[in-house]
């Protein structure tokens, strides 16, 4: 339909119907469907979505309004439109596209991910009163807040189409309040306003954040913020659009906390109280995903009243997301309830004395104004480490088959590939099964063994206990038996596991290899399949993909297939073994170290 002879472009309409006539187009979702054709065009994304959204909230208003004449290829999805919204309704179709839009892919924002943003609502307090976002984004946090009853909502967002998706999201939900676009430090949108709770996740490192032409801006109410601070401008910026007693909760970079031109400001914060929390999160809760980002809380106090005396620092790095973040909440509830009470849990969160930041740095960083945990002495630790190392040493060589060259004559047959054993009935292979947003809440319902245990690629890699819940969002649900052999298929290294016990749901991105027991012991398949040269035939050559069809399985009796599967199982134990070895040495290493650094330990006989 157009393009150059090098990049040519073409009818996705049409090429669906003749992919569709020759029996290669994958069934799709309707929102998948319609997802693709918003994202095909030349224009964002976003302008795509939002189109369709304003008319999802005609629809929802009861209006039909026809799109203008500049919308032709909104015009032939009016149908898919109508019929997403005749399925879902029209605030829950807008949700879907909207989920996929969130999804990291070419020419998006990366949002703040839902429960982020749920725990930052929570934080903030949002419930029941007016909240603001003043770098809205796609409106992850706004949406939060409209989940956790807020009684109006406003945002301000630079990019025009994001902002009218923030908005959009609003309507539907009948959430009174606006979001609008523009830059929030260099055009307010929203100046002389106050509201009950600012909550943001701000752009971060920002080097043209306007210092200059803001200088005297009166929103600095703790003093001139530095040109290379530009997220303690943002910190400002909400102080200044709270009431008296309202909270803003805002994530952060590590580095804030800690970087000598925002030294005067972080001592103004904290002294004149209105610096009440910082939390250090796992990483991964939010991008860059490697790094662990701190979430500020704030409070607007009154110039009058006298400035609390502590502040509450977590140190959440090390958790896991889903486990810590209630715990987080709980936490902070504690200390705003009674600001006084001491808050003391050893590696987790501390009240710190105003007085103990005021040194050189002003450093907010948790994790270097945390207790360390109270445990038993570290000799005793030190005795009961080595007791265990000592044992899982002592087990090896039992665990370790004992093998001999095998006869340079054995005849040997061809080996066969995974495809070919699959064609002739001798295993049957399942998956990898793909993971869906799309699920209907229908559908949903009719999965069964709601919140049974999933299996992961990562607890196959890892070697533990599933940790997957059964949440909706799996195309199938194909239970595990006893005997299967389970291998993920996006690992640089073809890595293989035996089911031991039923119970469990195969997660996505995995293959399920369900041999037939007259034809393929399990241990012997799994043995195969850890071979070096299946890794070699298996890995696709960016080293990111397993093809597990090109494995190639050696042809023997089932007797022999047995024999050789014990060998390997004990092989897989010997290999746990020392797995756990190398990890109480490193732990043998890190607590003498530690204990001889802190004075806890020293060398026998006094140091003679």
Not at 143 to 149: E, I, Q, W
Not at 285 to 304: F, I, K, M, N, Y
Not at 413 to 419: C, E, G, M, Y
Request: charged share 20%; net charge negative; with cysteine.
């Amino acid at each position: 339909m157009g393009g150059t002879t090098a990049s040519p472009e073409f009818d996705l309409i049409e090429v669906e119907q003749w992919l569709r006539g020759q029996g290669k187009l994958p069934q799709l979702s309707r929102a998948d469907r319609l997802w693709q054709h918003l994202a095909a065009p030349k224009e964002t994304p976003a302008a795509a979505l939002a189109a369709v959204g304003a008319l999802l909230l005609a629809r929802h208003r009861g209006d039909r309004p026809a799109p203008g004449p500049a919308d032709a290829h909104l015009a032939a999805l009016l149908p898919d439109v109508d019929a997403l919204a005749d399925e879902l309704g029209p605030q829950a179709a807008f949700d879907e596209l909207w989920r996929r839009f969130s999804a990291p892919g070419p020419g998006r924002p990366f949002a703040t991910p839902d429960v982020l943003a749920d725990l930052m609502v929570g934080l903030a307090g949002v419930g029941g009163g007016t909240v603001l976002d003043p770098a809205a984004g796609t409106g992850a946090i706004l949406r939060a807040a409209a989940r956790a009853g807020c009684t109006s909502a406003y945002g301000q967002e630079l990019d025009p189409d994001l902002a009218r998706l923030a908005g959009l999201s609003l309507a539907l939900r009948e959430v009174p309040g606006e979001v609008c676009p523009g830059d929030s430090l260099r055009a307010d949108a929203f100046a002389g306003r106050t509201v009950d709770a600012v909550v943001c996740h701000p752009p971060f490192g920002a080097t043209n954040w306007g210092d200059a032409e803001l200088g005297h801006d009166p929103r600095w109410i703790v003093g001139t913020t530095p040109r290379t601070e530009p997220e303690l401008a943002w910190v400002q910026h909400a102080l200044a659009r709270l009431r008296v007693g309202g909270h803003a909760v805002l994530l952060m970079p590590p580095t804030v906390a800690s970087r000598r031109a925002g030294k005067r400001i972080r001592q103004e914060l904290l002294r004149q109280g209105h610096l009440r929390a910082v939390i250090a999160l796992p990483s991964g809760a939010a991008a860059p995903h490697g790094v662990s980002l701190h979430l500020w809380v704030l409070r607007r106090v009154a110039t009058d009243t006298q400035a609390p005396t502590h502040a509450l620092l977590i140190d959440a790095a090390d958790a896991e997301p889903a486990m810590v973040f209630p715990r987080i909440l709980d936490t902070w509830r504690a200390f705003s309830e009674a600001p006084a009470a001491e808050v003391e849990e050893a590696g987790f969160a501390r009240t710190v004395p105003l007085i103990e930041f005021f040194d050189e740095d002003v450093d907010l960083t948790p994790a270097r104004r945390q207790l360390a945990a109270k445990t038993e002495s570290a000799g005793k630790q030190l005795v009961h480490m080595m007791k265990r190392l000592t044992a899982v040493v002592g087990d090896l060589p039992a665990l370790m088959p004992r093998v001999e060259s095998a006869p340079d004559d054995a005849s040997a047959q061809p080996p066969l590939s995974i495809a070919e054993l699959a064609r002739t009935g001798a295993l049957q292979v399942i998956g990898p099964i793909r993971p869906s947003s799309s699920m209907s809440q229908n559908d949903a319902a009719a999965v069964p063994n709601d919140d049974a245990p999933v299996l992961t690629g990562q607890d196959v890699i890892v070697g533990t206990e599933a940790s997957g819940r059964a949440d909706g969002t799996l195309l199938d649900c194909v239970p595990l038996l006893v005997g299967d052999v389970v291998v993920p298929a996006a690992t640089p290294h073809l890595i293989a596991r035996v089911i031991m016990s039923e119970g469990m749901l195969l997660g996505s991105n995995l293959y399920l290899l369900r041999p037939h027991p007259a034809a393929l012991d399990p241990w012997f398949l799994a043995g195969q399949l850890h071979s070096s040269v299946n890794d070699k035939q298996t890995t696709s050559l960016s080293g990111t993909r397993i093809d597990i069809r090109r494995a190639q399985i050696r042809r023997l009796p089932l007797e022999e297939q047995r024999a050789l599967g014990e060998v390997f199982q004990r092989l897989v134990k010997f290999e746990s073994a020392v797995a756990e070895v190398r990890s109480l040495s490193a732990e043998l290493v890190r607590l003498t170290a530690d204990g001889l650094a802190a004075g806890t330990l020293r060398p026998r006989g006094g140091g003679k």
